[in-house]
């Protein structure tokens, strides 16, 4: 995949401009992308989770609206609202931010549940319901929403279903030493402004299609249906893998295949993967939490029962 694989290395060097020193960070998202997912970035405040989001949809060519979760906004905000027009004698339907290709929700878990419940309709259907009517939002449609640690002064937990609609949860993590010099004598200007698109609306399109074509051999999944299964019985986990975390898997493998330029997943592309795709949609056991057993520790714990397949290469 010569000319996919020039695209997609085109696209992460110039989202590199504007992120430093994240690239690992950077694919996975893009990966979620390719995969036609949602993205939850779950960190503290000034680590660059908008500038990210931003970047993503700028690079991508897409638009993007953003809206910034305060207690106040409401789930008419997300899908729209009808309003009376007295030039033509009707009610009309006034786009919400849900009207986009690419929907930043900046710090998601600052609003009330009510309208964190109004993106789930948005997020799995790809559509929203206003006043009976429901309206498909431009295609593609993802979601990247940001939250602040659980316990910051003014957040609210993401319920389980609405956390178990985003395919991936990643946090990006302070800078390095050197990254974080870089990051300082770049302040004098916007990096955004130096950025420009690579692809559009149609090519991604495209390259999610042939995404879904990468080969999956038999053994990734089963290997992945054990997972799930080992998850369900650990005692130490509350609530294990649905059979919508196993799909989202098999959907980031072949996503980490398309950005390294084959047309089959290898057992590799299923380790790396794992942690962001599935460690989020586990409950852990009361029992377990309070023997201070982290989800990290867990999670390592069950991966390591079942071994991991070996396939030959295509």
């Not at 504007?18 to 995969?35: C, Q, R, T």
């Not at 200007?189 to 080969?215: D, R, W």
């Amino acid at each position: 995949m010569p000319d996919e694989n020039l695209i997609i290395k085109a696209v992460l060097d110039e989202l590199q401009k504007v992120i430093i020193g994240k690239k690992d960070v950077l694919e996975k998202i893009l990966m979620a992308i390719l995969a036609g997912g949602h993205i939850l970035i779950d960190d503290i405040p000034g680590v660059g989770k908008t500038t990210i989001s931003i970047a993503f949809a700028k690079v991508l060519g897409l638009a993007q609206k953003r809206l910034q979760f305060t207690p106040d906004i409401l789930p008419s905000d997300i899908t729209g609202f009808s309003m009376y027009d007295r030039n033509r004698n009707e009610f009309c339907y006034v786009e919400g931010a849900a009207m986009t290709n690419i929907l930043l929700a900046d710090e998601i878990n600052r609003t009330s549940p009510r309208t964190q419940s109004a993106l789930l309709e948005v997020m799995e259907e790809g559509s929203v319901t206003v006043d009976s009517v429901t309206r498909s939002v431009p295609k593609p449609f993802i979601v990247i929403a940001t939250q602040n640690p659980a316990g910051s002064i003014g957040t609210q937990e993401l319920p389980e279903s609405q956390v178990d609609r985003f395919l991936i949860r990643i946090s990006i993590g302070y800078p390095e030493v050197e990254e974080e010099i870089a990051i300082l004598k770049g302040i004098r200007e916007n990096p955004l402004n130096n950025i420009k698109s690579i692809l559009n609306a149609e090519e991604l399109l495209a390259l999610q299609q042939k995404t879904k074509q990468i080969y999956v051999d038999d053994s990734i999944y089963e290997y992945i249906a054990k997972l799930a299964k080992a998850t369900r019985q650990s005692p130490a986990v509350m609530l294990g893998i649905s059979p919508r975390g196993s799909i989202a898997a098999i959907r980031m493998t072949q996503a980490r295949a398309m950005l390294y330029g084959r047309n089959y997943a290898r057992p590799d592309d299923v380790v790396a993967v794992l942690k962001p795709v599935l460690q989020h949609r586990l409950i852990m056991d009361n029992r377990a939490s309070f023997e201070r057993n982290s989800l990290d520790k867990v999670f390592a714990e069950i991966v390591q029962t079942v071994p991991l397949p070996k396939i030959t290469e295509h």
